[in-house]
C-alpha cells in the first residue's frame, strides 16, 4: 500500500468491485487487471486468488488508479509513472495529504516544498523552484532601504566621469 491514513470516506473493510472502480477512475478494465497483475495498483481488501473471485479495491485504491490516469492523461507514459510509484514507495510516503504531484508531460515531480521539488523518475534528482512572488517581496524589501532617484532628475556625475570629460574637451 502506498498511502496510510484515514482518507477514505468509507470503512475500510468496505471495497468495490472492479468495473466499479473502472467507472470511478475512469479507466477500462483491461487496465485495471493489467496494473492489478503487475503490481503498480493492486487491490488492498482483496486480489483475486483463483478463478470466481472478485476483486475488491478501497477508495485510496481507486484513488491511486485516478492518479495513474491523470498521469496518463498529462502524456506520462506508464513506465515512468511506475518508477515514479516506486520511487515514491521506496521513500517510504504513506501520507497522501503532503503529496503534490507535478507533471510536464515528460517526467513526474514530487513538491516537497515551494522550494523543492523532485524528480521521481530520473532517480529521485533534486531540483528547484522559483517562487517569484517571494522573490518580489524580498527585492521590494531590500530596494525600500536604499536610495531612489527620480527620471527627470539631472543624472548625478561621479568624480571619474567628470575627469573623462574634461579629458576629451582638452
Known sequence: MLFDGDYAPVPDDLGFRGPIACSAAGITYRQLDYWARTGLVVP????????????????????????????????????????????????????????????????????????????????????????LGRVWHDLEGSLSELPTEKADAEPAVDELSLRRRQRHVS
Open 44 to 131: 488492498s481488501i482483496r486480489s483475486a486468488e483463483g478463478s470466481g473471485t472478485q476483486r475488491l479495491y478501497s477508495f485510496r485504491d481507486i484513488l491511486m488508479l485516478k492518479v495513474v490516469k491523470r498521469l496518463l492523461d498529462a502524456g506520462i507514459s506508464l513506465q515512468q509513472i511506475r518508477t515514479a510509484i516506486d520511487h515514491l514507495r521506496a521513500r517510504g510516503v504513506h501520507d497522501l495529504t503532503s503529496v503534490t504531484l507535478m507533471s510536464d508531460g515528460v517526467s513526474v515531480y514530487e513538491a516537497i516544498s515551494n522550494e523543492e521539488i523532485i524528480d521521481l523518475v530520473h532517480g529521485g534528482q533534486g531540483i528547484f523552484a522559483i517562487a
